[in-house]
T-cell receptor, first 113, second 112 residues
Framework: GAGVSQTPSNKVTEKGKYVELRCDPI?????LYWYRQSLGQGPEFLIY????????DSGLPNDRFFAVRPEGSVSTLKIQRTERGDSAVYLCASSPDRNYGYTFGSGTRLTVV | GDSVTQMEGPVTLSEEAFLTINCTYT??????LFWYVQYPGEGLQLLLK?????DKGSNKGFEATYRKETTSFHLEKGSVQVSDSAVYFC???????????FGAGTTVTVRA
């Protein structure tokens, strides 16, 4: 597509529930990134995919967070047993290669109540 | 670790005023430096970048110069417009890395 698409744009869930956030990168972009932006803060790195594999998941805060990219295109960020502290905007970005600039999506605003 | 500190906002200006947003960084090696902008309701967009010392990045009337001696990358625009109202983020990536480290963002509002 023309840009990075993230769905849903907004998600409200109850504490303890499981959520999935989807990212559709620009066609042909092999590198895909997830960031999390808490209120009043800059985005923080979560995970980087090169193709299908997670090349760097050092930013995932704990084992409740997991991400996949099974066919090297669409990626899903999965959060188990959500907590109120997980409330944030989750940003996805893609690039043709790790050394190129990113294109960010508009994000998914997750609210855990 | 690598980090970025940028001027706190919010900043409110009148149209045609001069804008400066200060950004300083801490990093090992020779990072690349970026300014990203987030307009209301939109995703983060790269505004400009500089990859080595003394480089000047420029775009849409904005400029920033990579100053290694002061570890700074201040953003400037000589005459702002209402359409420049946005949140501005300074960021860096380490020389052999791809992860971006962002500052907290500065909200700029330009009044007509």
């Amino acid at each position: 597509g023309a840009g990075v698409s993230q769905t849903p744009s907004n998600k409200v869930t109850e504490k303890g529930k499981y959520v999935e956030l989807r990212c559709d990168p620009i066609s042909g972009h092999t590198a895909l990134y997830w960031y999390r932006q808490s209120l009043g803060q800059g985005p923080e790195f979560l995970i980087y995919f090169q193709g299908t594999g997670a090349a760097d998941d050092s930013g995932l805060p704990n084992d409740r967070f997991f991400a996949v990219r099974p066919e090297g295109s669409v990626s899903t960020l999965k959060i188990q047993r959500t907590e109120r502290g997980d409330s944030a905007v989750y940003l996805c970005a893609s690039s043709p290669d790790r050394n190129y600039g990113y294109t960010f999506g508009s994000g998914t605003r997750l609210t855990v109540v | 670790g690598d980090s970025v500190t940028q001027m706190e906002g919010p900043v409110t200006l009148s149209e045609e005023a001069f804008l400066t947003i200060n950004c300083t960084y801490t990093a090992t090696g020779y990072p690349s430096l970026f300014w990203y902008v987030q307009y209301p309701g939109e995703g983060l967009q790269l505004l400009l970048k500089a990859t080595k010392a003394d480089d000047k990045g420029s775009n849409k009337g904005f400029e920033a110069t990579y100053r290694k001696e002061t570890t700074s990358f201040h953003l400037e625009k000589g005459s702002v417009q209402v359409s420049d109202s946005a949140v501005y983020f300074c960021a860096l990536s380490a020389s052999v890395d791809y992860k971006l480290s962002f500052g907290a963002g500065t909200t700029v509002t330009v009044r007509a």
